[in-house]
């Protein structure tokens, strides 16, 4: 094959278990969102795969990976899906073991090479006998990306060997995206001396945000999918309905993506208050939201 390769890419499917609250409000009913995405993808035989970029299930428990792959399972092409930081490692990859879905690090279509990066490999910890496991708890759920050295090498290696004349990474988390919160020069720095090293790497495709976005990273265009489980625009400060991106990979090594957004009553596009605003511009933390969010509500009490 010598042409144009299509893929449509989501990310950031966050299921949950049946009769579970999205977070009182403040996320989608992300079954509902699947369903919406899909009927608004339509007709889609003429798609090579369909990839996702992690943060499939919103806690990483056994029951979202099931509903995950049913609803994956409804692609009439390959669907590849990569980890993301709420994806705990195992029951990720029993979860997502289903016909038609896979999670192979590597796929060569034409002339292209995709690699599916765990960008969240540098926060596992080595066992005496060669695995990699999650940290103890819930500590994944809220990390950075970070790749670390074997996560690294194994890009090199890729890069290296791969006879792909073009390569492109998918990954859950973007490096230093333009969202403070998610920035992490730690993490950017790995990137750098990757992108350094391979001029053969065209662009990455990514998710975690839930704003989407695509901007530049040493020359390199980097895309962000929007998220299932709720979505924001920066300037001006507004929640947007859930949706997927599609891209068009022509055999020249030029890239072509587009945000599809799926405009529904159920999800009106309105300004987020202030709060968030500063979530996302790095002025408070996560668990500096929750406690500002339980101190108003005990006060309303
Ligand atoms: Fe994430």
Redesign the pocket.
């Known amino acids: 094959m010598t042409g144009t390769v299509h893929i449509l890419q989501l990310s950031?499917t966050h299921f949950l278990e049946d009769g579970v609250d999205p977070e009182g409000g403040a996320a989608y009913d992300t079954s509902e969102a699947f369903d919406a995405v899909l009927g608004h993808i339509g007709d889609h035989g003429h798609l090579d795969m369909v990839v996702v970029t992690?943060?499939v299930a919103d806690h990483g428990g056994a029951a979202e990976y099931r509903k995950a792959a049913e609803a994956f399972s409804q692609f009439q092409v390959p669907v590849n899906v990569c980890p993301?930081?709420?994806d705990f490692d195992a029951v990720f990859a029993a979860g997502m073991a289903r016909p038609g879905i896979s999670t192979s690090r590597v796929i060569e279509v034409g002339s292209w090479a995709f690699l599916f990066v765990d960008s969240s490999a540098g926060t596992m910890l080595d066992q005496d006998n060669g695995l990699r496991i999650d940290p103890p708890g819930t500590d994944r759920l809220r990390t950075h990306g970070s790749l670390g050295a074997r996560e690294t090498a194994w890009v090199h290696q890729m890069c290296e060997t791969t006879s792909a004349e073009h390569v492109f990474v998918w990954l859950?988390h973007p490096p230093q995206p333009p969202v403070p919160m998610c920035r992490d020069d730690a993490y950017a720095a790995e990137w750098h001396a990757i992108l350094n090293a391979h001029t053969k790497i065209r662009g990455l495709g990514g998710?975690?945000t839930h704003i989407p976005d695509d901007y530049e990273l040493m020359g390199r265009p980097v895309f962000v999918s929007p998220s299932f489980k709720n979505n924001f625009f920066l300037d001006p400060q507004t929640w947007l309905p859930p949706g997927y991106r599609t891209y068009e990979f022509a055999a020249d090594g030029s890239i072509a993506s587009e945000v599809q957004l799926v405009d529904d009553e159920r999800w009106p596009r309105h300004p987020f208050g202030s709060l968030l605003g500063s979530l996302f511009n790095g002025e408070i933390t996560f668990s500096e939201l929750d406690e500002i969010i339980a101190r108003r509500s005990a006060a309303n009490d």
């Open positions: 950031d992690g943060d993301g930081n709420h859950h998710g975690h």
